[in-house]
């Protein structure tokens, strides 16, 4: 109860002061948004960034485009998605800036036409020079220094911007006036605010006037089009240079911009187009904070020439010293706030430390009263721990033994079961010659056929299953050795199919073959290669519904390792679930009771598969079928001189496939029903191997009128129709077992 106390009474004393110095001004994010790259954009910058550093809950963010209005387009969408608090906007082209600019007013952001309008009342506020008064002076001032009847031309801006529009608006306004001396705009030509346009545009103008008909002034609307007059006119060589007019009067903090055209005599006068960086960040915190402020905010502008130049750069200079020592004392008040709320910082972490320490004494009081019986109490449980430690040491140890030991057994086992299938080759060898010589001979009784028939099957299936065995086995150990012969792939496998036409054709199969028409002239091992393909075969046509569909595809694709072949073979009538797909492939193992077979033919072809450095999958759907897909690469660097006679060669594994897989087809006239004969007794037998089916029968009808069910759905319709005496009926049976039928 003690601790809890101290705890919350800590919590008391540390949250507030926690909290109360956490708190900070909201801030505000500024977007800004300029149409071009120039001088005069870069000191309007400066001066945004330098005001808006005065405060601590300003943060400004400058986008700036090459008098590109697509892309401020997309600036000012990315602004507004953002979701600045305020939006400063120096539009390049009134119209097509216009239905943005109306956007971000109707979402609820302030917004500040800088410089330029755009053509709708939608804004907030507006701060920049008064263009039309610019032109009206500059026209005034062009009538006080020429005098007469004289040529001027007029390089204007970028069309559509209001700067170039109001500009040339108010200058026509001032010629146009009653005392105004008669004087003619002989030329006028666009330059988007450029020099180099200027440039070339005033080149142009030159080379197609008269010298009898000169200029004797040009008024271009920006500093930077007037210095481009003037290098149009060094180029030229003209030896009468007219008197060059501009606007801006821009002079830098490092004594750069524009001012030193008319130092230099490049140009003759000029006009103070004022940045405002500092009013316009003025009027936006006035707008952020809700404080009055006036909507259109107009620039005043002033004459500069060679007579107060000299002046004006002096003032200027006066200026930005006093704007530096106004940034300098702006940054030591940051830096002394900042040490102050520091100092602070450390005062309130001085206090709490105190607090904690004296907490902290009344709790160590209360641990080490109790520290004792801690200690005692995780000394009994270390030596529980230690305890079970070591028991689970001697478990892991045991468990190992036992697993080294099982897998001994394991290995005794698989090699006493090899040499024993070993074994058992020699004697079915002995059993099957015999058998064949039998069949063979013509004196043969007709009734023998049909029994030496049964026991050359069952002696063929157990020759095949004990060969996959040991062919498996041999995998398994390692010992799977690949003998590589040049041959035709593609005929190999038709040769093997001829065999098969026979049991396709009794079933009524719907069997295709097709292949990708490429040279299959290839290195292969045809042994394994047959066991491949007939084990796949072989499971589609245990799978394959009735009158279905078997169709088989070999095709042959480059890849950056080299060339490889696919073989698939589909069967419809069959669906394996995902779930099951991957443990086909593993030995011994059937989707369910009701699968014929014992587990080993796909994972003996797994194993030759991986053998050649392949692959096999499967894909299934249940309502259209199962396919196979073998995958075997090629190798880039194997040679061969061995070739395969393919005339002579005997597929030994197919014949040991085909003989013991038409069971059904062979013995289809041997189980007709017996006719009832009466007196004797009816038996039922329900046996899901035709041959052992014939053999019990064989024995039994002498005496006793027998019955026969191939599975136990047939073998209970048939004991309710026929109510037989006795049933004999097989144990493991696909679809329903022994134990199910009683």
Sequence with gaps: MMKRLSIGALLALILPVLFSCSKRP?????????????????????????????????????????????????????????????????????????PVVEKAYDAGIPVILYDRKVDSDKYTAFVGGDNRQIGSIAGSYVMSVIGGRKRIALIRGTRGSTADTERYEGFLSSLMEEDAPQVTIAAEEAANFNREDARRVMGDLLAQ??????????????????????????????????????????????????????????????????????????????????????????????LVNSANVRVFQAQMKQMVEKQRRAEELNSRIRGNTLRYERQQQVMYISLVFVLVLAVLLLILAFFVRTRNHLVNQLNDQNTQIRKQVDSLEEQKKQLIDLSEQLEETTQAKLAFFTN???????????????????????????????????????????????????????????????????????????????????????????????????????????????????????NAFNHVDKEGTIRI??????????????????????????????????????????????????????????????????????????????????????????????????????????????????????????????????????????????YIRNILSPDYHVLLAKDGNIGISKAVKFVPDIILCDIMMPDMDGYEVC
């Design 209 to 302: 006037s008269r010298e009898e008909d000169p200029f004797d002034l040009v008024f271009a609307f920006n500093d930077e089009m007037a210095a481009g007059v003037f290098d149009a006119y060094t180029e030229a060589e003209k030896e009468h240079m007219p008197l060059i007019i501009g606007i801006d009067a821009l002079l830098t903090p490092e004594g750069a911009g524009t001012v030193p055209y008319i130092l230099n005599g490049m140009i003759d006068a000029s006009f103070i187009y004022p940045t405002g960086g500092s009013v316009v960040i003025d009027v936006a915190r006035r707008i952020l904070m809700g404080v009055d402020y006036q909507k259109e905010n107009l620039l005043s502008t002033e």
């Design 553 to 694: 595809r070999l095709n042959s694709s480059r890849t950056s390792t080299g060339r490889e072949i696919c073989l698939s073979v589909f069967n419809s009538g069959s669906y394996i679930p995902p779930e099951n797909m991957e443990k086909i492939f593993q030995r011994f193992y059937t989707l369910d009771a009701s699968q014929k077979g014992t587990g080993i033919g796909l994972a003996l072809v797994t194993s030759i598969v991986d053998a050649l450095g392949g692959t096999i999958r499967v894909e299934s759907e249940e309502a259209t079928g199962t396919t196979f897909f073998v995958t075997i690469p090629l190798e880039r660097d194997l040679h061969t001189d061995a070739r395969i006679n393919q005339a002579n060669y005997v597929p030994e594994f197919a014949m040991l496939k085909l003989a013991t897989m038409g069971e059904e087809d062979m013995a289809s006239g041997i189980l007709d029903e017996m006719a009832r004969e009466e007196g004797k007794a009816t038996v039922l037998v329900i046996e899901d191997n035709v041959d052992m089916r014939y």
């Design 26 to 98: 909201d801030v505000y994010t500024i977007g800004v948004s300029q149409c071009s790259v120039d001088a005069w954009r870069e000191v309007a910058n400066s001066e945004i960034l330098q005001e808006a550093s005065f405060y601590d809950n300003l943060s400004v963010e400058i986008k700036s485009v090459r008098d590109d209005s697509e892309q401020q387009i997309e600036d000012i969408e990315n602004f507004i998605t953002k979701g600045v608090d305020l939006l400063i906007i120096s539009p390049n082209e009134s119209e097509s800036l216009t």
């Design 420 to 538: 024993i299938s070993h074994e058992f080759k020699t004697p079915l060898s002995l059993i099957s010659g015999p058998i064949d010589d039998l069949l063979t001979n013509k004196d043969m009784p007709e009734s023998a056929e049909v029994p030496l028939d049964i026991l050359k099957r069952n002696s063929s299936k157990l020759t095949r299953l004990i060969t996959e065995l040991l062919d498996f086995r041999t995998f398994e150990g390692g010992k799977m050795v690949v003998n590589y012969s040049m041959g035709n792939f593609d005929e190999f496998l038709r040769e093997i199919l001829k065999m098969f036409a026979d049991v396709i054709r009794r079933r009524n199969l719907k069997f295709s073959y097709e292949t990708d028409g490429a040279d299959y002239e290839i290195p292969f091992d045809p042994i394994k290669m047959e066991k491949v393909f007939t084990n796949l075969l072989s």
